[in-house]
């Protein structure tokens, strides 16, 4: 995810850096199925053996997998075809000390759950320690002041949040926004403009569909500049859901 200030800063695309070289042996069937699903060259990154796409989603190779294993859907907020599966009702977040340590990034979590949770969804979120988690996610510092996730897969959310520790010097706002988009990727979300980042960075760029891997989720418009799921965020961001991030998290849980 980038952040977008007076001027458009780089976020964990700063991290990734230099991905542009040839993966490493053990990613080269993950970014062949991914170029297969439709992602253009140019969104795959490859950082410390690490496939992303969109510069702040992780995908694993067995996401990969289920990505061609699925039928087309329709092209017209956007999903991947691998959501949490039913029997997933209490997702437990659970935070490293070093986390922790950021007063700001821990009251962004504790609002990002807050905003799920105030949905009513058939899955609801807890901050860790806790108990009767049916999934479980470890949220971890990373540098940068974006972060980064991935995809759901075998009907599991994406099982680490990586949060920049220099949104320590933002707003808890835009603490609690950046947590909240990086949540919606570990239960399917991608990027709203994700076929044009002008929308929200200020620069062009398309992700690719992705095939099924980018499908529309009925009731949403195809673009909504408010969306907390946009690709890039800026220093005024409020945190909260837009009316059609409501209308798409209810269609999907």
């Excluded at 439709?38 to 067995?62: C, K, R, S, W, Y």
């Excluded at 996730?149 to 680490?160: E, H, M, V």
């Excluded at 990586?162 to 707003?171: F, K, W």
């Excluded at 929200?200 to 799921?229: K, M, Q």
Aim: hydrophobic share 35%; glycine share 14%; charged share 10%.
């Amino acid at each position: 995810m980038f952040k977008r200030a007076a001027v458009l800063v780089v976020s964990c695309g700063a991290v990734l850096a230099g991905c542009g070289a040839g993966p490493e042996a053990g990613s080269q069937e993950l970014v062949s199925n991914l170029r297969e699903a439709g992602f253009p060259a140019g969104d795959i990154q490859v950082h410390d053996g690490q496939v992303f796409v969109g510069n702040d989603a992780h995908v694993t190779l067995e996401a990969s997998r289920e990505l061609l294993q699925r039928g087309e859907g329709s092209q017209e907020q956007y999903s991947t075809t691998n959501l949490v599966g039913p029997s997933v009702t209490k997702i437990c977040i659970n935070p490293t000390a070093a986390f922790n340590s950021y007063a700001r990034l821990s009251q962004g979590l504790d609002l990002a759950i807050q905003n799920y949770n105030a949905l009513g969804l058939r899955i609801w979120f807890a901050r860790g320690p806790a108990t009767g988690c049916t999934a479980n996610i470890t949220a971890q510092t990373m540098s940068g002041a974006g972060g980064s996730a991935g995809f759901p897969s075998g009907g599991l959310p994406y099982g680490t949040l990586n949060i920049g520790t220099g949104l320590q010097s933002y707003s808890i706002d835009v603490n609690e926004h950046v947590i909240t988009h990086e949540i919606g990727h570990t239960i399917g979300m991608r990027h709203t403009d994700y076929y044009d980042r002008s929308i929200s960075c200020g620069t062009s760029g398309n992700e690719g569909t992705a095939g099924v891997g980018a499908i529309l989720i009925p009731g949403t418009p195809v673009s909504d500049p408010n969306s907390i799921f946009n690709s890039c965020f800026n220093s005024t961001a409020n945190g909260e859901f837009s009316q059609y991030d409501v209308v798409a998290l209810n269609y999907l849980y």
